[in-house]
């Protein structure tokens, strides 16, 4: 089992920045796919972006040019560059590990086994 701890969250105006950060403790990091997930109030958790183990990358529609993932694998870190923040990113950012390497959709919340206990985003027009 794999624990996940998300920090760097916050609150900033529209078009500004954030970077979040994953660090990841007790699996075999660099052989996971990763994913940042996100969920606002009244509505179900969605995709942001995914990075599998051989660095592949994955965007929501609705966040590519702005947002950027990344990972560290000597470091045991997911990152997460926001970038053009807008009010409707808004919501709680989550970290998530696929160590079961459970087949399926990039964006499918079931496929990962392991979820860190998420960071709060708030972005103001």
Known sequence: QVQLVESGGGSVQAG???RLSCAASGGTFASYCMGWFRQAPGKEREGVATID???STVYADS???RFTISKD???NTLYLQMNSLEPGDTAMYYCAADSAWTPG???DPSKYSDWGQGTQVTVSS
Do not use: E, P, Q, T
């Open 16 to 18: 500004g920045s954030l």
């Open 53 to 55: 183990s051989d660095g």
């Open 63 to 65: 966040v590519k040019g």
């Open 73 to 75: 694998s000597a470091k």
């Open 105 to 107: 959709n990039w964006f």
